[in-house]
């Protein structure tokens, strides 16, 4: 098996569609000889992280929630103050969340980089 390296530029892409499309080369969907219970994924790079377009009032709206299993301390962080710290950690949220629930998540998401 060979993995390949995708180079996306993220200019004027949607968040969602931009994610899914990711998460189909970390798996290796795209490939033939694709099999779910095998690491057989390619390596994806993307550029202009920073521009990519968020539909709606989801920029004003949606929050991101972690807790950290204490009483009271759920901490609820809104998209803007991420992505204006952090933009290809939304991203990285995003691809993360559709990726299978399972051991193999966590060896994909380490073929998503961002330049």
Same mark, same amino acid.
Do not use: C, W
């Given at each position: 098996?060979q993995r390949?390296?995708h180079t /996306?530029?993220?200019s004027?892409?949607i968040?969602g569609?931009?994610?899914t499309? =990711?998460a189909?080369?970390?798996? #290796? &969907?795209?490939k %033939?000889?694709?099999? %779910?219970h095998?690491?057989?994924?390619? /390596?994806?790079?993307? &550029? +202009?992280? !920073? +521009?990519i &377009?968020?539909? #709606? &009032?989801?920029?004003?709206q949606k929050?991101y929630?972690?807790?950290? #299993?204490? =009483?009271g301390?759920d901490?609820?962080i809104p998209?803007?103050?991420l992505f204006k710290?952090?933009?290809g950690n939304?991203l990285k /949220?995003a691809?993360y969340?559709?990726l299978?629930k +399972?051991k193999l998540? !966590? =060896?994909? =998401?380490?073929?998503?980089k961002f330049?």
């Open positions: 098996m390949e390296t /996306i530029d993220a004027g892409k968040l569609r931009l994610a499309e =990711i189909v080369l970390l798996r #290796g &969907k795209h %033939p000889d694709f099999m %779910p095998k690491e057989m994924g390619d /390596i994806v790079i993307v &550029k +202009n992280v !920073s +521009n &377009k968020v539909t #709606g &009032k989801k920029m004003d929050t929630f972690r807790h950290s #299993g204490y =009483i301390s901490k609820e998209l803007k103050v710290k952090d933009p939304v /949220i691809v969340g559709m299978p +399972n998540r !966590s =060896i994909q =998401i380490k073929r998503l330049e």
